[in-house]
């Protein structure tokens, strides 16, 4: 596994503190090595796979640059008048980076 990931492979150890106990391990980017690893390490034995594509028609990855010689305000003011306005907003997830 990854370096980062470095700590999940010591998740096993759960196993002998519960051994019958159901483990969900969940992923969004995992590949079929990836999962296969997983499986392996969480010592799961006859799991159940449910693997669905990434690819979503109604999911959007948006990086954008804002510049500092507007308020932040400026960039969101689409959302601020969807939500002020009653109009149903879609689900949206905003991550901010100030630098």
């Not at 948006?62 to 959302?79: A, C, H, R, T």
């Amino acid at each position: 596994m990854a370096a980062f990931r470095e700590t999940y492979s010591e998740l096993h150890e759960l196993r002998s503190l519960a051994p019958t106990v159901n483990i969900l391990a969940l992923t969004a980017t995992a590949t079929s090595s990836t999962r296969e690893t997983i499986t392996e390490v969480l010592l799961m034995k006859d799991s159940h796979v449910i693997s669905e594509s990434p690819s979503k028609t109604n999911i959007a990855y948006s990086v954008l640059y804002m510049g500092n010689d507007k308020p932040i305000e400026y960039y969101f003011q689409w959302l601020v008048d969807e939500i002020t306005e009653k109009i149903k907003a879609t689900r949206t997830i905003l991550f901010i980076v100030k630098q």
